[in-house]
Each structure stands twice: as C-alpha cells, then as structure tokens.
C-alpha cells in the first residue's frame, strides 16, 4: 500500500507555497517525525515533519517547484508501516478500479448483457452532466491527473472520477475535452462580484515596453489580504502632530545606560512601549471585530512593520505593556532579521492586536496605513522634523513628528480613537510616564 505525502498549511491562510528543498530521496526510509522537506510560505521558510513511516516510492514535486497548492500530493511513501496507516481501502481500491475498467471491454463480448452491466454502460458512454460539487469542497484526484487536466485546459470539478471512492484518475482526463469557456458565466455574475482582470495590453500599455516580475507568494497574499482589509473594512483616518524633543533627550539617557549591556533603544522602541500602554489606558481600542462581537483583547500583542526585498511583514511583541524598554529592542531587532531571512514561526507573525508602520527613517512626513486584519487600527508614524509651533502666544523651534491612527469605524470609533491618541500623546512627550 502506497501513501501520499501532502504538501501542508502551514498557516490558517496558505493556499500555496514554494517546495524549497528535499531531505530524501526516492529509496529513502522514513520515520515519524523525520524532516523531509523544507517549504517556503508567503511569509517564511519552515521544515516539514513526516506523518506515517515507510520507504520514498516516488518524488512527485521536484524541489524549487513554486505555487504549489495545499493538498497537493508531493511524494510518495510504500512499506509495512505506511500500509498499516491505512488498513481498511487498501484491498478494496484496486478492485473497484478493476471493475470499472474491464466493465466495457466484457460488453460487447455478450450478447445480452446482465441488467447491471447494461445499465450502467450508458453512462460511461453517454457525455451526462457532471455531478455537481459542493463549493469549496476538495477534488480527489492523481497527481498525472492534475497535471493532464491543467495541460489540456480541463476544470476538474466538471470531471466525474472513476477511481476508487469516486477519485479521478488518468483515463478521466485523456478523453475528456476542455468545456466552455466561463465568459458568459463571468457576465452573469452577481452584482458586487470582483470585476474581471484586464491585463496591460488591454489598458493600453502595449507588450514589449516594460519588464515583468513574477509575483511571489508573500506578493500575491499581501495584494490579496490588502485588497481584501480595503474593501471590507470601513477605514477613516485621525491625525495628530507630537513634540518628542524630550522623548529625543531620554532616549540619549536610556542608551548611556544600556551602553554596557550592548542594547540601543531606538524611537520606534519607544513608541511601541508608549502605543502598548495607551492601549492599556484605552482598552477600547485593542480589539478586533468579529461576527459573533466584539473581541476585547486582554494584552498589547504589537504587531510592527518589517520591509522585505519583495512583500512586507509584521512581526509581533506580545505583551508588550508587561516588557521593558531594552527587551522591547532586543526582541524588535532579531524579529526584524529573522522575518528578512524568512526564519519567522507562524505564530510570531500571526495574529497580534495591533499595528506600527514607521517610514519616519524614509523621510515620509505624513501617512495612513490600511489595516491588518484583524487588528482594529493600524498607527502610521511620520519623520521627526523641526518646525515652528506656538506655546501661549510665543512662537518657538520643536521637533514634531505627525501620527495618524487609521482605525476600523466597526470597532475604534472617532471617539475611542481620539482617546487613544490623547494617552499615546501624553506618554512620548513626557516619557518619564511610561515607568511611573
């Protein structure tokens, strides 16, 4: 009995991912809890344990293959042990195919067929209707199948499988022809539906005149969940300008301090400590929509943005109103390399309750940011710059840099963001409050 290896989800969002690198090869044993794989996600690069035990039959995904969906079989395991995964199909599978394949060739052999035998004959013959597939439901069927299907233009869910337990196999596909194209279902499509992808040509930019990058994995999700918080989500923007010319003087201290222990705080540091606490103060704030309500979020998990070569990525700090300034830096500074080297866990860039997107260092002076769902706000944190500022009727010289908390109007509403930004205020222009 044979085994198929899936490729997995590694996280509640990968649909596909890159086949990085084997650790066996065909003949290899393998044990539970061996690594055979390592795959890259959109967002890191992980290693695959092995489930069942046996021998490598077959490496049916070479390494370096990108876009390959989850589900997809990958390799193939035989033995003792991979036979005893299975137990109960293993003897009745062969049969069933068998049965079905020697049906027509017996046939025309017979005068008079038996009734079952003549009942069914039509139906393999006759070109009836595919049967019709729930939704989203996952479409058994053999690697060379797949791999025919999509040579050939053929949609799969439109296939009756005549394989054991209704899996669509080689024979399926080879005489099946390609249908109709979808356009006229594309032209009845509800009204709301995605409007249909035009490409450059069509637009008016003609082939030829530009190059092409291939959109990797970590593109393709962060396009999609982008488009996707942009046209969900009721974004508004609030902005605020702040005086951090004492922020600026205790961050000079704090390093002076940490010197010896090779730590340096940096601004960003900063306002992550000072966002975490205001979040505490405004626990209205940190939280999440959801269908079934509202998630009131009992820590400040800071989700920051890192810039990769290709995509971004958000690494998170979980509790951070509990961490203090130089646990902040030193936890901020290996997420940042680890998520460039694409080393980050799951768990370390998923979720979080909410997030700082900082282009100060860029130069940007303002900014809004769209949402990471399903975090109720985002904060866009500009350049610190001088600028001319009144105190009483006294014109005066500070350093000011602009914020703006862009919020998700379900759950932080103007009011809940204005009092957000009045603690967060309070906190980076007299910094001595975030240890009080």
Known sequence: MTIDV???????????????????????????????????????????????????????????????KVNTPIARLSGDDASAAKPAPAPEAPKAEATKAEAPKAEPAKGEPPPAASAEAPKAAAPTPAPARVAGARIFASPLARRIAEQKGLDLAQIE?????????????????????????AAAAP????????????MGIPDGSYDLVPLDGMLKTVARRMTDSFRDVPHFPLNIDLEIDQLLAARV???????????????????????????????????????????????????????????????????AETKGLAQIALEAKDLAERARNKKLKPEEF???????????????????????????????????????????????????????????????????????????????????????
């Open 6 to 68: 899936l490729m997995p989800a590694l996280s509640p969002t990968m649909e596909e991912g890159t086949l990085a690198k084997w650790h066996v090869k065909k003949g290899d044993a393998v044990k539970s809890g061996d690594v055979i794989a390592e795959i890259e996600t959109d967002k890191a690069t992980m290693e695959v344990e092995a489930v069942d035990e046996g021998t490598v039959e077959e490496i049916l995904i070479p390494e370096g293959s990108e876009g390959v």
């Open 161 to 185: 499988g005549s394989g054991p337990h209704g899996r669509i196999i080689k024979r399926d596909v080879e005489g099946a022809a390609p249908r109709a194209k979808a356009a006229p279902v």
């Open 191 to 202: 009204a709301g539906a995605p409007r249909p992808v035009q490409t450059l040509a069509q």
């Open 253 to 319: 201290k704090i390093n002076g301090l940490l010197e010896k222990q090779g730590v340096k705080v940096s601004v960003n540091d900063l306002v992550i400590k000072a966002a975490a606490l205001a979040l505490k103060q405004v626990p209205e704030a940190n939280a999440s929509y959801s269908p079934e309500g509202i998630a009131m979020h009992h820590h400040a998990d800071i989700a920051i943005a890192v810039a990769l070569e290709h995509g971004l990525i958000t690494p998170i700090i979980r509790q």
């Open 350 to 436: 998923q979720g979080g309750t909410f997030s700082i997107s900082n282009l100060g260092m860029f130069g940007i002076k303002s900014f809004a940011s769209i949402i990471n769902e399903p975090q109720g706000a985002i904060l866009s944190v500009g350049a610190g710059e001088k600028r001319p500022v009144v105190r009483g009727d006294q014109l005066a010289i500070a350093t000011v840099m602009s914020v703006t908390l862009t919020c998700d109007h379900r759950v932080v509403d103007g009011a809940i963001g204005a009092r957000w930004l009045a603690a967060f205020k309070a906190l980076i222009e007299d910094p001595i409050t975030m240890i009080v």
